[in-house]
């Protein structure tokens, strides 16, 4: 085993009724910014994405749809898959809950919990909804505007009555709370915390976990008129994928307990609760942490094929190009909260902080370089305190804060002290009018122009994770080679050499102009 150290990322294992929208990229690409930037960190990394594809509400939407059930699935998984390739995610392995390798390792630890008194065999009475895929309480329901049950999330609910195993949820109260009360990170932001510890303060009740009405599903060892209800069977993903049941496997080894497993809001409570205590149930290693994002709405609501108000994912990399789009999702809502996406944040975000902030600076300092510097990284001479704390800004002191930000999920915090050094590099350009000292003090501007290109470096290379293909240019510009562009490069022994030869600079981020009023804007007003 590589004595590394390690980081296991997973996103959320997606349903294939849908078809996939910026809100299951939205999750990806969030943990594909964390994958990479740990990468260049120095981990070794596993980040894990797939399709959850049993269950009622797939076989209903295959039924409706009038095709089999397992071409379905093979069709939009490999949907799934393409969109995280189109979206620029580097991943590791995709999951397939279809797979022989799921069903070795859902019958294993199904047959661990039982060997250790977990499960029981009785019967269900009670409310589902198959949207959700979730059992509720007669307590939980609420009634909608035509007066009908629905679940919390807003969902037809119907009654439900069959044989079904049942986990002993309940025993595992106090263990949880004590969890909780030791990790107070374990789910992230705090207050989703709260809202997981009060729920199971408020008393946990036996789950079901078994379904014997229709067949979709990984069949009960030993009672194959059951298939295994799929949450239990979708959580499982997370360890079939390190190699599960065998605990010998190297990936198991090195990545479990995953670091974060990333989940939208609506699924927290299956991954901080449920999961948790079917690990603790088979006394398995608990994941270090839960981080529960928010929504991306549009029109007031979130995404939903119901709703009709899908953003497509791939309009927006076509419209505004990958890396604004990635940017601008990570930028634009803290991440955690909800928040709306839309055309005119959007191309604000690219003309301000994209084509302005930094692809200006950098088309700036490119151009002064190739007209002065015989397009070649200038000879500094001795530099000023200027020069030296800006480069010192963007370097190491950078990647600290910019860790310690990710370290929470908080993108929104890392770009921001990010953009405040690009903020700073640009003051000290027109402080220093560089293009004033041509004629007056060459070597001052030499200096000057180093300490930007310098500058523009270190940028560079901490805005990979985000930014991929323009920060692959970007570098490029600045003849750095593939080799030298991790976080250990960022400091002064990675510095840029005098007399390296530069290409000719082109622009990285172009603005975006309106090409036509007609057009309906692809992120909706
Ligand atoms: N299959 C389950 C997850 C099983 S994980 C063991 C599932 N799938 S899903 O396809 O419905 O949703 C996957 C993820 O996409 C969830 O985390 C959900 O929050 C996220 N999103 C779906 N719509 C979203 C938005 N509009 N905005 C942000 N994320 C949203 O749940």
Redesign the pocket.
């Known amino acids: 085993m590589s004595s590394q150290p390690h980081f296991y990322v997973t996103t959320?294992?997606?349903?294939v009724n849908?078809r996939p929208?910026i809100?299951?990229a939205?999750?990806t690409i969030a943990c594909d910014v964390l994958a990479r930037f740990k990468r260049l960190d120095g981990f070794d990394v596993h980040f894990l994405t797939g399709t959850?594809e049993h269950g009622q509400k797939v076989q209903k939407s295959a039924a409706a749809a009038g095709v089999d059930t397992r071409a379905l699935t093979d069709r939009v998984s490999r949907n799934f898959r393409d969109l995280a390739d189109a979206m620029g995610c580097a991943i590791d392995d995709f999951i397939r809950t279809t797979e022989d390798r799921h069903y070795a390792a859902c019958r294993a630890l199904w047959q661990r919990m039982m060997a250790r008194g977990h499960l029981y065999a009785g019967s269900y009475a009670g409310w589902y909804s198959v949207r959700d895929e979730a059992f509720y309480d007669e307590s939980e329901l609420t009634t909608d505007a035509a007066g009908a049950r629905v679940a919390p999330s807003g969902a037809e609910v119907a009654w439900v009555e069959e044989p079904s195993y049942f986990f002993r949820l309940s025993a595992f109260q106090e263990r949880l709370l004590e969890h909780y009360e030791r990790h107070p990170d374990f789910v992230l932001p705090e207050g989703r915390m709260n809202e997981v510890a009060s729920f199971v303060r408020g008393g946990l009740k036996d789950l079901s976990v078994s379904r014997t009405s229709f067949d979709w599903g990984i069949p009960v060892p030993d009672d194959p008129d059951h298939v295994m209800y799929v949450?239990l069977d979708?959580?499982t993903?997370y360890i079939t994928a390190l190699g599960y049941p065998d605990e010998e496997a190297a990936l198991y080894r090195q990545f479990w307990p995953a670091d974060l497993h990333m989940?939208?809001?609506?699924?927290l409570r299956?991954h901080a609760v449920y999961w948790p205590a079917f690990l603790m149930a088979a006394e398995l290693p608990l994941p270090r942490r839960v981080f529960a994002?928010?929504?991306?709405?549009n029109r007031g609501q979130?995404?939903?094929k119901s709703l009709g108000n899908v953003v497509s994912p791939y309009d927006l990399k076509d419209r505004y190009g990958l890396d604004q789009t990635r940017y601008y999702l990570l930028r634009e809502v803290p991440f955690g909260s909800d928040g709306y996406i839309g055309h005119d944040s959007l191309v604000q975000r690219i003309n301000s902080d994209l084509a302005n902030d930094l692809g200006n600076l950098a088309q700036r300092v490119l151009s002064m370089v190739k007209r002065n510097c015989q397009a070649s990284v200038p000879a500094p001479g001795a530099f000023d305190p200027a020069d030296t704390g800006l480069m010192a800004a963007a370097g190491p002191a950078l990647l600290a804060t910019v860790r310690e930000a990710l370290d929470r999920q908080a993108f929104h915090r890392a770009l921001e002290a990010i953009w405040s050094v690009i903020g700073d590099a640009n003051r000290y350009v027109d402080e220093q009018a560089p293009w004033a000292l041509r004629k007056t003090d060459p070597d001052r501007m030499a200096t000057v122009l180093y300490a930007l290109c310098e500058t523009l470096r270190r940028l560079g290379i901490l805005l990979q994770p985000v930014m991929p293909d323009a920060m692959d240019r970007l570098l490029g510009l600045l003849s750095v080679p593939a080799a030298t562009r991790r976080f250990a490069d960022l400091g002064d022994e990675g510095r840029l050499e005098s007399g390296t030869a530069l290409p000719p600079p082109v622009g990285i981020f172009p603005r975006y102009v309106e090409a036509d009023a007609d057009d309906p804007p692809a992120a909706g007003a």
């Not at 989940?263 to 699924?267: A, E, L, N, R, T």
């Not at 994002?293 to 709405?297: E, Y």
């Open positions: 959320p294992i997606y349903y849908d929208h809100g299951h939205y999750t959850d949450w979708a959580l993903n989940v939208g809001k609506d699924i299956f994002h928010g929504w991306l709405l979130k995404m939903s």
